[in-house]
């Protein structure tokens, strides 16, 4: 179970995804697809996996695996995943301050995420991030489902797939660049506001929870 901080509830409900927005899972990632290549015998280039972070676990299964081979090989890499990608797993700068500046204002932190659900627990809990919600297992404009059930105002992310479920479900898109897509492609998908990183969030927090809805 993640560990929930407290708040009093007058501030803005702000989501966050998780890979390559709060936590860099590269190492560990990379550490899982070639324990599993090495059970397999697949050659996986684990190298390229990395780089394209975001999509749910089966779509990059699609590109090593026939698909009738794909639920079997997901369950292996998740049975795989404790022991070999969370020791490697660090927080992304600014990740604690980002979370923390939103409960010093008052408000709610909600991880949304496409990674199964009780992986991303054991990174929030390793790395003792402790977002106030986590939800798993939904990606893209699915994430919208999440958001507008916990009233997030707004939803920070790295990848396009990020910025469709913000504006899905009405929230403000805050895109970091940390991730596999660039300034110019998260602006070209719509988002409100794009930082290079976490370490400007708090102070676009203080505009955003003054202003009451935006501060893009």
């Given amino acids: 179970m993640v560990a929930h901080a407290s708040s009093s509830g007058t501030g803005p409900t702000v989501g966050f995804d998780l890979d390559m927005t709060l936590i860099d899972s590269r190492p560990g990632i990379h550490a899982t697809?070639?324990?599993?290549?090495?059970?397999?015998?697949?050659?996986?280039d684990a190298d390229l996996v990395v780089t394209r972070l975001g999509p749910p676990l089966v779509q990059e299964m699609a590109h090593w695996f026939p698909a009738e081979e794909i639920p079997a090989m997901a369950e292996r890499y998740r049975r795989l995943y404790p022991d070999h990608a969370i020791e490697p797993t660090t927080a992304m700068p600014g990740a604690r301050a980002a979370l923390e500046a939103v409960h010093a204002a008052g408000g709610r932190t909600?991880?949304?995420?496409?990674?199964?659900?009780?992986?991303?627990?054991?990174?929030?809990?390793?790395?003792?991030?402790?977002?106030?919600?986590?939800?798993?297992?939904?990606?893209?404009?699915?994430?919208?489902?999440?958001?507008?059930?916990?009233?997030?105002?707004?939803?920070?992310?790295?990848?396009?797939?990020?910025?469709r479920g913000a504006r899905m479900a009405g929230a403000v898109s805050v895109a970091v660049a940390t991730g596999p897509c660039g300034v110019a492609e998260l602006t070209a998908e719509g988002a409100d506001v794009v930082l290079p990183d976490l370490a400007g969030f708090p102070s676009w927090l203080d505009a955003f929870a003054g202003d009451g809805r935006t501060a893009a």
Avoid at 33 to 44: F, K, M, S, Y
């Fill in 110 to 163: 909600l991880v949304v995420t496409a990674k199964y659900r009780p992986s991303a627990a054991l990174h929030l809990e390793h790395l003792g991030l402790c977002p106030d919600v986590l939800v798993g297992d939904l990606w893209a404009e699915g994430k919208a489902e999440a958001l507008t059930a916990h009233g997030a105002s707004a939803y920070v992310g790295d990848h396009v797939g990020d910025v």
């Fill in 33 to 44: 697809w070639r324990r599993l290549a090495e059970e397999t015998g697949v050659d996986i």
